[in-house]
């Protein structure tokens, strides 16, 4: 993998996004300051509302970004439109094989499935929605209990403060472990290091 | 204390503000789903740039606003320019003193203590800048040792990740414990119940 210096972030926005999965992994990211960068992408610019009301900005369009060192793709209800648009989804397939490394939140692994990506890879969701996830999207290994996985260049987690976890295994690869401890200590964030913690998995079978 | 129905939640933004003291405890708040609403404010409408680098969106101006049922201060490197604008200062502090709970993250504590409305109360701050804090605020009563701190109607939070602690504890005050728990379970969030559970209070000191 060779990615750049700063650490180039491209965010994906739809309409409907969950605020967790999306500003969570970007609290990590931008905690790495001059040494990460990081550009909201949606199908257009501009505002982005997110399921839980506040809206979002991307800054540029899908179709005029390259690939990013690291893509991230959060989950929220929204996703189910989202997976329906084949503009959308052409885009978000185009960046996420033209980027280093692809990290999805939540439903935002079953979105990434939809682009066919995921297929005969290990791959987890959230969890109060795996069974459907799991029946929609069968060629994809999925993982019923993991806080995330990480399979070749794909970064998946389970749900919404999951991305959170999976942002600071995704970091600590690129900058070192050490790099993640400090970052979690300045977000006063309890880092689940083990990526096999996952609680939620029994509470919802 | 009197709430409305939905619950009505301002949530303040200025220039460089820190993205999980904003969006982790809307994340929560936003579970609520018809029982709350969100209404972002600032000094003027529109686009309004994290310290991280993403902008989040108000959507009304702090002047044309009147209390809410919970008032949100997040904190971050911004902090320091906004309690120096004393037009700023003086809407914050007439939308605290009209609001029925005032929650505030990490420096957002500072922040509000800049108003005069933290003198004489119990309070917390992130732990990294702890010592600056309690000495540029010296009539606060800064608890060293705390996740977060209820005092009346203000709550006050740790660095960064602490405000969705926090808030989960709002959310226990104004609709039961068990509302919080089927939100932290929904975010697939570990919800650090225990409001003097600080481990990060160690590490700065």
Chains 1, 2 share one sequence.
């Not at 970004?65 to 991230?72: E, H, K, P, Q, T």
């Not at 980027?99 to 890879?121: E, K, P």
């Not at 994809?140 to 999951?162: C, H, L, P, Q």
């Amino acid at each position: 993998m060779s990615t750049s210096s700063p650490i180039h972030v491209g965010a994906v926005l739809f309409d409907g996004f969950e605020l967790l999965d999306f500003y969570g992994p970007l609290e990590m990211f931008g905690l790495l300051e001059g040494e990460a960068k990081i550009t909201v992408v949606a199908e257009k610019p501009g505002q982005v509302r997110s399921s839980g009301g506040p809206c979002g900005v991307a800054e540029a369009a899908m179709a005029g970004s390259g690939g990013f060192d690291v893509l991230l793709i959060p989950g929220g209800i929204g996703t189910r439109k989202a997976m329906l648009n084949p503009q959308f989804l052409a885009e978000l397939t185009r960046l996420a094989e033209a980027s280093q490394i692809v990290a999805t939140v939540c439903t935002g692994s079953f979105l990434l499935a939809r682009t066919g990506l995921l297929d005969r890879r290990k791959a987890t969701s959230n969890k109060r929605v795996f069974q459907l996830v799991k029946s929609s999207a069968p060629k994809v290994e999925w993982m019923a209990k993991a806080r995330w996985v990480e399979d070749g260049k794909y970064f998946t987690s389970s749900g919404v403060s999951a991305g959170m976890d999976m942002t600071l295994a995704v970091i600590a690869k690129l900058c070192g472990r050490e790099k993640s401890l400090q970052i979690a200590s300045r977000a006063e964030y309890e880092w689940h290091e083990d990526s096999s913690w996952d609680p939620f998995a029994a509470a919802w079978y």
